[in-house]
């Protein structure tokens, strides 16, 4: 047999001793990296936004937002109150939980009034007469720092200080 | 302490990547490569810099990244279990004009491109190479037949 070419050792290099397992241990990290997008399909990682309604006898309130969102990304979250008997003074009101690590682009239309509730955001909607409906749009971006995993947001519909309806959601941010 | 925290995350990620994809993959530069290079670079630099656009970010940013490719650099010259972890081990594709079957199957290289590659390197028949080595840089060696 000709020489060996330097630094070349048979057993390790021809005979791949000790390193038959490899070539499974690179499938399955490549199976593992290749799994990301696939789960990422299933809006896994955001930002597709979902829909939730609540219905109480006096209102409904729809909210169409993303609960799955990853640093820098910008989203809207949708408040539709359906009024089914007349609310006097609506206020939407959202837990700290919106604002944490978000920049606020707009809130469309603005809000006849805005201010602290105990920490909270009260955007008051103003009067929403019985079988009227009030949609509320508030933009948002992530920032890029914000992480965020089970984070609680809460809104409540509220017709004065009088609660109508309680949703608790959580988002998750990825980093 | 984002920046270097993201760094040190892509840059783990990409190791991996070029580790677990293969040396094959690594080791042509054709056009398509070439763009997928460029919007691969592109991908990486919005997860690591995001909306930060001072000097001092692209600073920590750059410095982290040569920080890391030192200590990999460092840690294949000094440990031999690192070199292999990191670079991979030369693997023998032929012997005495033997092709090793087992070996190429693992590589995902078939007769047609080792023979593709012989030529480029002035070799007619691979019964004439003692020695083809393929490279942890992806790319392949071979002495011919004295």
Redesign the interface.
């Known amino acids: 047999m000709a020489d060996v070419p330097d630094m070349l050792v048979l057993k390790r290099d021809r005979d791949l001793e000790g390193r038959l397992n490899d070539i499974w241990v690179r499938r399955s990290l490549m199976t593992l990296i290749a799994a990301v997008p696939v789960i990422a399909l299933f809006n896994v990682f955001g930002q597709r936004p979902d829909s939730t309604t609540l219905v109480s006898p006096e209102a409904s309130l729809k909210i169409y937002a993303p609960s799955h969102l990853r640093g820098g990304l910008i989203f809207q979250a949708r408040f539709h109150v359906t009024a089914r008997e007349d609310i006097k003074d609506a206020y939407i009101v959202l837990g700290p939980g919106w604002a944490e690590g978000m920049t606020i682009n707009t809130i469309e239309p603005s809000p006849v009034s805005e201010a602290s509730n105990n920490g909270r955001i009260s955007l008051e909607l103003g009067h929403i007469p019985a079988g009227q409906s009030y949609i509320l749009f508030t933009d948002f971006q992530v920032n890029p720092t914000n992480v965020a995993f089970g984070r609680r947001q809460t809104v409540w519909l509220t017709d004065g200080k009088t609660r109508l309806i309680t949703y608790e959601r959580e988002i998750n941010v990825y980093p | 302490m ?1 920046l270097v925290l ?1 760094a040190i995350a892509l840059f783990a990620f990409m190791y ?2 070029t ?4 040396r094959r993959e690594l080791s042509t530069l054709e056009p398509f490569d070439l763009i997928l290079l460029i919007v691969l670079g592109d991908s990486i630099q ?1 997860g690591l810099t ?3 656009y001072s000097v001092t970010g692209a600073v920590i940013a750059v410095g982290t990244i040569a920080v890391l490719q030192l200590i990999v650099s460092y840690s294949s010259f000094r440990f031999r279990w690192a070199r292999s972890f990191l670079n991979g ?4 594709l032929i ?2 004009g033997e092709v ?1 079957e ?2 190429i199957k ?1 590589e995902r290289i078939t007769r047609e491109e080792l023979a593709e590659q012989a030529r480029g390197q002035q070799i007619a028949s691979l019964g004439d190479v ?2 083809a ?1 393929f490279e942890p840089s992806g790319a392949i060696s071979f ?1 011919p ?2």
């Open positions: 984002d993201r991996l990547l580790r677990v994809m293969g919005q995001q909306d930060d081990d030369p693997i023998v012997q005495d090793i087992r070996n693992r003692q020695w080595v002495i037949k004295k």
